[in-house]
T-cell receptor
C-alpha cells in the first residue's frame, strides 16, 4: 500500500470548513483513497473513499487531484463533534487474499474544532 | 453505530492469563479483521478471516489466535498475557466486493495487571 503523509494537527473554528490534506505520491492505479476518523478511543469511523473522481456523501467531500498524488478531505461545516484524529489510507480496493486487504493506519491528523 | 458488535467492552486480567474477545460482524459481511491499538504502536492489523478461513496475517503474536465460526462471528484468543498486551482491540467487517470498505466495532479495552 502507498504511504501517506498528513499534517500532525490542525485547528478549525466551529461552523467553518475543515480541509484536511493528504499526500500519497506513490499511489498505484488500482489503489483507493480512504478516510477514517477516530474520536477519542472509539472504533475508527469510515468517512469516505474515492479512486479518481471527487466524491461527496452526507459526512464529507473528497477531492482527489488529477494526478492522484494528493487529496483533501473537506468537512463543510465543522462542529465540536468533529474533533478527532483523521486517517488518510491508500489501499487496493479489490478483495484480495493476503495482506493487501488490511488497512495501514499512519499517525493521522488531529483536528481540533474550537468555538 | 457501524453494526459491528464487540464484547466485552472492558476486560481486566492478570499476567499469564488467557482471554477471549468476541466480534459479531455486520449482517451480510463475510470478512472479519482484528486490529490492536496500543499507545506506542498505533493501530496495527493482526489477522483477517473470510467466511471461516484465515486470509491474511499481520503482526500477530504466536500467543494470539483467532477463528471465525459458521455463523460468521469471530473470536480473538490471547494467552500468556503480558503487561504489553494492554491495548484496545478492534474488530472490523466488510463484504466481499470492491472496494471492500471496512466498518469497525467499538472495541474491547484490555488491561493486563
Amino acid at each position: 500500500d502507498a504511504k501517506t503523509t498528513q499534517p500532525p494537527s490542525m485547528d478549525c473554528a466551529e461552523g467553518r470548513a475543515a480541509n484536511l490534506p493528504c499526500n500519497h505520491s506513490t499511489i498505484s492505479g488500482n489503489e483507493y483513497v480512504y478516510w477514517y476518523r477516530q474520536i477519542h478511543s472509539q472504533g475508527p469511523q469510515y468517512i469516505i473513499h474515492g479512486l479518481k473522481n471527487n466524491e461527496t456523501n452526507e459526512m464529507a467531500s473528497l477531492i482527489i487531484t488529477e494526478d492522484r498524488k494528493s487529496s483533501t478531505l473537506i468537512l463543510p461545516h465543522a462542529t465540536l463533534r468533529d474533533t478527532a484524529v483523521y486517517y488518510c489510507i491508500v489501499r487496493v480496493g479489490l478483495f484480495n487474499t493476503g495482506t493487501a486487504s488490511k488497512l495501514t493506519f499512519g499517525t493521522g491528523t488531529r483536528l481540533q474544532v474550537t468555538l | 453505530d457501524s453494526g459491528v458488535t464487540q464484547t466485552p467492552k472492558h476486560l481486566i486480567t492478570a499476567t499469564g492469563q488467557r482471554v477471549t474477545l468476541r466480534c459479531s460482524p455486520r449482517s451480510g459481511d463475510l470478512s472479519v479483521y482484528w486490529y490492536q491499538q496500543s499507545l506506542d504502536q498505533g493501530l496495527q492489523f493482526l489477522i483477517q478471516y473470510y467466511n471461516g478461513e484465515e486470509r491474511a496475517k499481520g503482526n500477530i503474536l504466536e500467543r494470539f489466535s483467532a477463528q471465525q465460526f459458521p455463523d460468521l462471528h469471530s473470536e480473538l484468543n490471547l494467552s500468556s498475557l503480558e503487561l504489553g498486551d494492554s491495548a484496545l482491540y478492534f474488530c472490523a467487517s466488510s463484504v466481499r466486493s470492491p472496494p471492500d470498505t471496512q466498518y469497525f466495532g467499538p472495541g474491547t479495552r484490555l488491561t493486563v495487571l
